[in-house]
């Protein structure tokens, strides 16, 4: 990833020390793709709700603009009220629904196709 410019990972650490979120952003391998991302983020689940989510798209932003990234995108199982809260209120739109896309402990969830331009 570090080789590529139109991809990165940014973190979220505790003191400098513990990682507990990262943002994974995975841009398009192609000249007709180069100019948008795939987003994977985590935060670990005792630092939820702290504003790290925000943080992390914020810089997102910040860094996308100057590295020619005009589409992010990213998908969140539909049952993610948290998530989909965050990415909507960071601009974040329903694209569509990706039915029985993950299977998670023997259980189909669908999962929302989700994109913000910028």
Do not use: C, P
Not at 46 to 66: D, P, S
Request: proline share 0%; glycine share 10%; no cysteine.
């Amino acid at each position: 990833m570090d080789k590529e410019s139109n991809s990165t990972v940014l973190v979220a650490e505790q003191e400098g020390r513990q990682l507990v979120g990262y943002l994974a952003v995975i841009g398009g391998d192609t000249r007709r793709t180069k100019h948008s991302a795939y987003l994977v983020i985590g935060i670990l689940k005792e630092y939820t709700g702290r504003g790290i989510g925000t943080k992390l798209f914020q810089r997102l932003e910040e860094w996308a603009i100057t590295h020619n990234i005009l589409r992010l995108e990213l998908t969140v199982v539909t049952q993610n009220e948290a998530g989909v809260s965050l990415y909507n209120k960071m601009g974040f739109e329903i694209e569509g629904i990706k039915g029985k896309s993950l299977m998670i402990d023997d259980t189909l969830f669908d999962q929302y196709f989700m994109s913000k331009l910028l």
